[in-house]
């Protein structure tokens, strides 16, 4: 490993005007990132950590399903949003027992880069969904929709199911909701999670807007719609399906 | 600011002599010298990530962590740890523990101070109080207020450390929690413009209390390509006065090296960020010498070298 010197001259005039002034100055500065390999550790920790790993993993190990390819975040459509995204829209029928339109969850609220292919554990879904987050359904007016949309075009794009849309100049265009094109003067059946709902990443529109909350965890969700697959026999595929694309 | 590609290549020319500038210093007895190790959104990540196959795999963890700051501590004299928010989140031990190892692991290892970041909100504000029941480090804060809240008084806007002849102050940023954190998490809190508090603090920190050093703890968020505006520590930096250090976090930015900024005096501010989940120990080595070292006005030279360990 390489270490670097990063070497500066403060400029000093500023300070001779003040009466009490420090007595030293930062001439220079070497740094280094170290990488945390585990190569050598303290045990001391490993003993410290030990009852609360043990009680996780009696918790968190049990296998829910097992996913079939890598999935990963990605904008403006990855695999792993698809996936949530689609738990999201599937379990918000169930659990309050309506159709919806569509269901959204925020980039910023996945917390894992990449799930590799292979069993997926309880543990994991606490990784890739941390929060306590509430599925709640709200009716949103065509134009709010809109507006929310153009929201998270401008943010990159965040996993849809229901919707394909494209994003040019950072707003929504061809949007497209269970295949017609958006329809301002109608209302919509739109589950996101109370995070979003309430305003969270900045969705300022949704604020005002009514929301059916039976206290679903999101979360909860993932592992049922997940065991769903187990319990059919099948592993757990997810593709690419241009749900949110780049205008060209 | 420098943009990095001006001063990498001011470095090729400079190199050489900087290094030799820089041993004929560290043998003058007044220049002292002083490490800061730093870490930033760790997120509950106590163990190393599985061995899964993913790009992580088998990185990060508090048993190495710990390691290694202490046999940098053994090696060096004067050292400061500290971290710049979302200690909490991330993985099943906060669901089930609610931070309570994080912090008692942070306290094992010496941490001298931290700051708040969203996350750290996750909880609750009764909660974040609870847990630092555990914590013999104080948590730095100067534009949040707690009035009214279960953190009340349970921060502190900065601390000064004496480390051999240098007297160190530090102070810590958290970034806005509207339309972030949720509202009922955050209830009463008070969010105040970190510019104005972080100048107010910083000046008091240099001239009343003459702190060789300022360093800020920022959960701001490195830089938005997004959203120019948005205040993140590059803004931060241009728009300070009296700080020498920014330690970043929030936006799990992965610096290739130390950043340097102009300050609205004309200073250099290096900021820095180390990525996320404990997956690296950041490392400064900060290097003083008396103030009667005097250059010539406007004079600042600027440059980077690389020497193999």
């Known amino acids: 490993m390489t270490k670097h010197i990063l070497k500066l001259f403060f400029s000093t005039g500023i300070l001779f005007i003040v009466s009490c002034k420090p007595a030293f100055k930062t001439t220079s500065v070497q740094y280094k990132d170290y990488k945390i390999d585990n190569a050598t550790v303290d045990t001391s920790y490993t003993s410290f950590l030990r009852p609360y790993a043990d009680s996780v993993n009696r918790s968190m190990n049990n296998v829910i399903a097992t996913l079939?390819?890598?999935?990963?975040?990605?904008?403006?459509?990855?695999?792993?949003?698809?996936?949530?995204?689609?738990?999201?829209?599937?379990?918000?029928?169930?659990?309050?027992?309506?159709?919806?339109?569509?269901?959204?969850?925020?980039?910023?609220?996945?917390?894992?880069?990449?799930?590799?292919?292979?069993?997926?554990?309880?543990?994991k879904v606490f990784e890739m969904m941390p929060f306590d987050n509430i599925i709640v359904l709200q009716k949103i007016p065509g134009k709010v929709l809109k507006e929310f949309l153009d929201h998270v075009a401008s943010r990159g794009g965040w996993p849809v199911s229901g919707i394909t849309m494209q994003i040019k100049n950072n707003k929504a265009e061809n949007v497209l909701i269970n295949g017609k094109p958006l329809n301002l003067s109608t209302t919509y059946m739109i589950a996101n999670?109370?995070?979003?709902?309430?305003?969270?990443?900045?969705?300022?529109?949704?604020?005002?807007i009514p929301q059916l909350n039976n206290g679903s965890l999101f979360r909860d969700a993932l592992i049922e719609y997940f065991a769903s697959f187990t319990n059919a026999g099948k592993q757990i595929t997810v593709t690419i399906e241009n749900r949110v694309t780049n205008a060209q | 600011m420098l943009n990095r590609r001006k001063f990498i290549q001011q470095s090729a020319f400079t190199a050489g002599a900087l290094l030799a500038s820089n041993w004929s210093m560290a043998e003058d007895a007044a220049v002292q010298k002083l490490?800061?190790?730093?870490?930033?959104?760790?997120?509950?990540?106590?163990?190393?990530?599985?061995?899964?196959?993913?790009?992580?795999?088998?990185?990060?963890?508090?048993?190495?962590?710990?390691?290694?700051?202490?046999?940098?501590?053994?090696?060096?004299?004067?050292?400061?740890?500290?971290?710049?928010?979302?200690?909490?989140?991330?993985?099943?031990?906060?669901?089930?523990?609610?931070?309570?190892?994080?912090?008692?692991?942070?306290?094992?290892?010496?941490?001298?101070?931290?700051?708040?970041?969203?996350?750290?909100?996750?909880?609750?504000?009764?909660?974040?109080?609870?847990?630092?029941?555990?914590?013999?480090?104080?948590?730095?804060?100067?534009?949040?207020?707690?009035?009214?809240?279960?953190?009340?008084?349970?921060?502190?806007?900065?601390?000064?450390?004496?480390?051999?002849?240098?007297?160190?102050?530090?102070?810590?940023?958290?970034?806005?929690?509207?339309?972030?954190?949720?509202?009922?998490?955050f209830g009463n809190t008070i969010y105040l413009d970190p510019i104005q508090k972080l100048n107010e603090t910083a000046s008091i920190l240099k001239k009343e209390k003459a702190c060789d050093m300022v360093i800020c703890l920022s959960h701001l968020g490195y830089q938005y390509k997004e959203d120019a505006n948005k205040l993140s520590d590059i803004l931060l930096a241009k728009e300070s006065e009296y700080v020498d250090l920014i330690i970043g976090?929030?936006?799990?930015?992965?610096?290739?090296?130390?950043?340097?900024?102009?300050?609205?005096?004309?200073?250099?501010?290096?900021?820095?960020?180390?990525?996320?989940?404990?997956?690296?120990?950041?490392?400064?080595?900060?290097?003083?010498?008396?103030?009667?070292?005097?250059?010539?006005?406007?004079?600042?030279?600027?440059?980077?070298?690389?020497?193999?360990?």
């Open chain 1, 68 to 123: 079939a390819v890598d999935i990963e975040k990605k904008q403006p459509e990855g695999t792993l949003g698809n996936l949530m995204a689609d738990a999201m829209k599937v379990m918000a029928e169930k659990y309050y027992n309506t159709s919806v339109d569509a269901a959204f969850v925020n980039y910023g609220g996945i917390r894992l880069p990449v799930v590799k292919a292979g069993a997926i554990t309880k543990g």
């Open chain 1, 193 to 208: 999670s109370d995070y979003v709902a309430n305003g969270g990443d900045k969705s300022d529109m949704l604020r005002a």
């Open chain 2, 35 to 185: 490490v800061i190790l730093h870490t930033n959104d760790v997120h509950s990540r106590l163990e190393p990530f599985p061995m899964d196959g993913s790009r992580n795999q088998g990185l990060g963890g508090v048993a190495a962590r710990a390691k290694l700051i202490e046999e940098i501590r053994a090696a060096e004299e004067q050292v400061l740890l500290l971290d710049a928010g979302d200690i909490f989140q991330g993985t099943p031990f906060f669901n089930l523990y609610k931070g309570e190892p994080e912090i008692k692991a942070m306290s094992m290892m010496g941490y001298d101070a931290c700051t708040m970041g969203n996350h750290d909100f996750d909880g609750g504000l009764e909660n974040f109080a609870t847990q630092l029941n555990h914590a013999n480090f104080p948590v730095l804060l100067c534009n949040y207020d707690f009035s009214n809240t279960p953190m009340e008084h349970k921060t502190v806007p900065y601390k000064i450390f004496k480390k051999g002849k240098l007297k160190i102050g530090v102070t810590g940023l958290g970034i806005e929690m509207k339309g972030l954190v949720p509202d009922n998490l």
């Open chain 2, 249 to 309: 976090g929030h936006t799990h930015t992965f610096l290739d090296e130390p950043v340097l900024v102009k300050n609205r005096l004309g200073n250099d501010v290096v900021i820095n960020q180390v990525g996320w989940a404990g997956l690296q120990l950041g490392r400064l080595d900060f290097e003083f010498s008396k103030e009667k070292r005097k250059k010539i006005s406007g004079a600042k030279t600027i440059s980077v070298g690389k020497k193999s360990l």
